[in-house]
């Protein structure tokens, strides 16, 4: 079954103290992306990877980063998370070809930085 | 860079009637525009799509329209059922190779039994 599968689901956490969540798919895709919801605000892009190391900057990149070095994984890092953080993430991914493919999205991941 | 505006934000619809949501784009040079639905709890999951050489695409009992000339593209789904209660999400796709999708900022689709 095709799928993108992110941990943890839920999360509490304190500031300041680095997080990781991990974001993995079984797709054999080449685009990955991760993604936060917030209300109001819809899907706003944090960083996306159009193949092995290689990641770039998406909408709002501040705070986050990611690492690409393998194709099926696609981590999120919160170095140092604040409470501006708190919010809905979603990983996704997509084949690469003529613009326009599918994109799946995982479950998603409730971050609360307190 | 592109923006894209999606209105309304809430829809209340009566069961089998017909909901249309709408979006608008700025970047002429976007050519694909998906549509997600999100229920509760969930991900997004495509819908329906449609790329700027086509006008108009039907699946069942949704339907996405695009006028790319106005830069704005909508979706219609009739004889709404209480199962179609959930967020839709459109988006549009630069056309520069790097694969950045734009979403809009979602509408919330309650259809009363």
């Known amino acids: 079954e095709a799928q993108v599968t992110q941990n943890p689901r839920y999360l509490i956490t304190v500031t300041g103290k680095k997080l990781t969540v991990t974001c993995s798919q079984n797709m054999n895709h080449e685009y990955m992306s991760w993604y936060r919801q917030d209300p109001g605000l819809g899907l706003r892009q944090i960083y996306y990877?159009?193949?092995?190391?290689?990641?770039d900057k998406g909408d709002v990149p501040e705070g986050y980063k990611v690492s690409r070095k393998e194709k099926r994984n696609f981590p999120l890092i919160l170095e140092s998370p604040s409470p501006n953080q708190t919010s809905l993430y979603f990983c996704?991914?997509?084949?690469?070809?003529?613009?326009?493919?599918?994109?799946?999205f995982g479950e998603g991941s409730w971050l609360t930085v307190v | 860079g592109e923006n894209v505006e999606q209105h309304p934000s809430t829809l209340s619809v009566q069961e089998g009637d017909s909901a249309v949501i709408k979006c608008t784009y700025s970047d002429s040079a976007s050519n694909y525009f998906p549509w997600y639905k999100q229920e509760l709890g969930k991900g997004p999951q495509l819908i329906i799509d449609?790329?700027?050489?086509?006008g108009e695409k039907k699946d069942q009992r949704i339907a996405v329209t695009l006028n790319k000339t106005a830069k704005h593209f909508s979706l219609h789904i009739t004889e709404t059922q209480p199962e179609d209660s959930a967020v839709y999400f459109c988006a549009a796709s630069e056309a520069s190779g790097t694969y950045k999708y734009i979403f809009g900022t979602g509408t919330r689709l309650k259809v009363l039994a």
């Open positions: 449609i790329r700027s050489n086509v």
């Open positions: 990877s159009m193949n092995v190391e290689v990641t």
């Open positions: 996704a991914s997509s084949s690469l070809g003529p613009s326009g493919n599918t994109i799946y």
